[in-house]
């Protein structure tokens, strides 16, 4: 994917994961951190502390809008 829209490496990271454009590893790894509660969360943190920054951020910071606003305002829609 060409960064085109500006994306973060968080912003890239979840765009792919709702796009199913993740690998078979990252699409298996989304779904059990989905599935995950905090303690394991905090166990998926000390192996992948970038997804799971991108998880929170998409979960408790509204991440997907903010790389929806980015994708609309930009001149590659």
Not at 39 to 56: R, S, T, V
Not at 71 to 76: C, G, L, P, R, V
Request: aromatic letters at 16%; glycine letters at 6%.
């Amino acid at each position: 994917m060409d960064n085109v829209y500006g994306f973060t490496k968080d912003e890239e990271f979840i765009w792919k994961w709702q796009n199913d454009l993740l690998g078979g590893f990252q699409t298996a790894l989304m779904l059990a951190i989905c599935n995950a509660d905090e303690d394991n969360l905090k166990k998926f943190e000390l192996g992948f502390p970038e997804i799971i920054y991108a998880f929170k951020e998409y979960k408790h910071n509204n991440l997907w809008n903010k790389i929806l606003q980015k994708i609309e305002s930009s001149k590659y829609k």
